[in-house]
């Protein structure tokens, strides 16, 4: 975009944010189920890769096994399933045998049942942490018939989670029209009704370049957090979304019982300078009671 | 043990499909593209009777084995019967079926993936392996089953009779065997097979529209590595296949995605080197 702005400007990230600062969620996401197991279970944390075969996997994959072991974190091995398997008893196996107690998952796929459902029925003694695509939907729980219980997936929203004010009454909206919490797919509604409708106004007119000059200077409220477009090194609009603390961070969401709770941020800091961050209704991590046999 | 257990059911599956496939090809020369579609219209039926009408599992299953057959009969009796004789038209017909049937389970089912209970939950260790009862439970009932259709072929009449027109249609017909009856009880067996299949599959896998298409493309591999229309060939290359499948997975962790290509790579190489199959016959005049 930098580099050819006449010819991409007209284009902007609505949701989700890149696939750089989804690889940062997920990690944050690692480092509150490693401390976890850490301090519950006084063992050293060995985490095993299994991500679905599909190019968006594997640019995570590689900064995966660059930066789970700088963690300080174990990495037992990398399992790369079919996105539409249906049997993964195999590779369950082979991670119990390499002594893995978290699993960093990344599917979109039917596989992310499969696999929740599969490990839960085999009590595999390791927590699934990552991004489970079908784990952030309502009908999760019956889809592995309650075993996908403590499965722990990014996800853009959460029943009575509170980000900001705007929270609240689009995910209560959202639930009572179509029956299910929000995907990240519903910020399309942030992009075009908060995000393009108020830069229209304000431009006065249909007029693209001066819609696109608003657009890239403003800072504004979604529900998900706050939107501010970032610009490179150089100071050169990216038109992308701006992940961190005060803007958009998404959420870590857990299966606890049936329910689909909220477990991250809570107390979190992006580093040791950066202002802790909690969204109201957060509740703590729980690991599978089958790992502190 | 794994690698076993894994290849044995794979392989189980893979037999009642591709056998249940053979048989009417063998028998009446129908590629029912369609058969697959069968097996998921079975899951989705099972899913329906214990899901949402509460009924007992296996009261379910039996249900939508008849279900199933009920719909593959009156596809042959007013899609295939009538273009029969035109090979090409029944493929393309039968891919036509298969289609229609997915777009019904979406406008029904939505997309959203489904699962269906097991009939017995839980696991056993063997070797330290982790092994569900559910998973011996579907190898037991194949097993039976393909002893049931094995003693229908071989013990009784009908089984002759179905034979003798898979071997020689025409002699078969001279005979004074109902070629057009044989085929429509033939097409019945193999959907119900079909729709066996997935009902027994139906509480290990994750129903899905699209669930009829990968194993179609094993059960095709099967039935080629076998030998079209032999049902020997199709029972040893359906476990030949399972065992491939399993030891990709356990063998090659980082390449468990690739155990369809290795099959499929398996179906090039015996068309390339025995275009026959393992116990197929070469040319059609041979027959």
Redo the contacts between chains.
């Keep these: 975009m930098g580099e050819n702005y006449s010819r991409y400007k007209y284009w902007f990230r609505g949701a989700p944010f890149n696939d750089r600062y989804l690889v940062a969620t997920s990690f944050a996401h690692l480092g509150l189920a490693g401390a976890t197991i850490k301090n519950e279970l006084n063992v050293p944390v060995k985490c095993a890769i299994v991500a679905?075969?599909a190019a968006w996997t594997e640019a995570m994959i590689k900064a995966a096994e660059a930066t789970i072991p700088k963690m300080g974190f174990e990495l037992v091995?990398?399992?790369?399933?079919?996105?539409?398997?249906?049997?993964v008893?195999?590779?369950?196996?082979?991670i119990?045998k390499s002594g893995a107690n978290m699993i960093f998952t990344i599917f979109s796929a039917?596989v992310g049942?499969?696999f929740a459902?599969q490990a839960g029925?085999?009590k595999i003694p390791a927590v699934q942490v990552g991004i489970n695509v079908?784990a952030q939907?309502d009908?999760f729980w019956?889809?592995?018939?309650g075993m996908g219980n403590y499965v722990f997936t990014m996800n853009s929203y959460a029943r009575g989670i509170e980000v900001n004010e705007l929270t609240k009454p689009f995910v209560e909206t959202y639930i009572k029209r179509f029956g299910e919490v929000p995907t990240y797919t519903a910020d399309t509604y942030s992009a075009i009704n908060l995000g393009l409708v108020p830069s229209i106004e304000a431009a006065g007119s249909l007029d693209a370049d001066k819609i696109v000059a608003i657009m890239e200077n403003r800072e504004y409220l979604v529900p998900g957090g706050k939107v501010k477009l970032e610009r490179d090194k150089e100071g050169r609009p990216t038109h992308d979304l701006t992940w961190g603390p005060g803007y958009l961070t998404s959420l870590g969401v857990q299966w606890q019982d049936g329910k689909l709770v909220a477990v991250w941020p809570n107390k979190w800091k992006a580093s040791p300078t950066a202002p802790e961050v909690t969204y109201k209704g957060m509740v703590p991590l729980k690991l599978p009671p089958w790992m502190k046999k | 043990m794994n690698i076993i257990i894994t290849g044995l059911i794979t392989g189980s599956m893979l037999a009642l499909l591709a056998i249940s496939f053979s048989l009417i090809f063998g028998v009446a020369r129908i590629v029912n593209i369609a058969h697959t579609a069968f097996y998921m219209v079975a899951a989705y039926c099972i899913f329906s009777l214990t899901g949402k009408f509460g009924l007992n599992p296996v009261a379910g299953m039996m249900i939508a084995v008849v279900v199933v057959t009920v719909f593959g009969l009156l596809a042959y009796k007013f899609l295939i019967d009538p273009i029969r004789e035109h090979e090409a038209a029944v493929l393309i017909a039968t891919i036509a079926l298969a289609m229609i049937f997915q777009e019904a389970v979406m406008l029904i089912y939505t997309g959203d993936y489904r699962t269906v209970s097991a009939l017995i939950e839980g696991y056993f260790i063997v070797t330290g392996v982790k092994v569900f009862y559910q998973q011996v439970l579907t190898f037991g009932v194949v097993l039976v089953v393909l002893a049931l259709l094995w003693f229908l072929l071989m013990k009784t009449k009908l089984g002759l009779a179905i034979r003798s027109t898979a071997e020689d249609r025409e002699v078969a017909n001279l005979m004074g065997m109902n070629d057009s009856r044989l085929a429509m009880i033939t097409m019945g067996i193999s959907v119900a097979l079909a729709g066996f299949t997935g009902a027994v599959l139906a509480p290990l896998t994750v129903l899905s529209p699209f669930m009829w298409m990968e194993p179609l493309i094993i059960m095709m591999a099967v039935v080629v590595l076998g030998g079209l229309g032999s049902i020997k060939g199709s029972f040893v290359a359906a476990y030949i296949l399972g065992f491939t499948e399993a030891l990709v997975v356990f063998m090659i962790p980082k390449g468990a995605f690739l155990k369809g290509s290795v099959a499929l790579t398996i179906m090039i190489l015996v068309l390339l080197l025995r275009p026959e199959g393992l116990f197929g016959i070469s040319f059609e005049e041979e027959r």
């Design positions: 679905e075969k091995g990398v399992w790369q399933p079919s996105d539409k398997a249906t049997d008893t195999a590779e369950l196996s082979a119990q039917s049942i499969t459902r029925e085999l079908e939907k009908g019956e889809a592995t018939k």
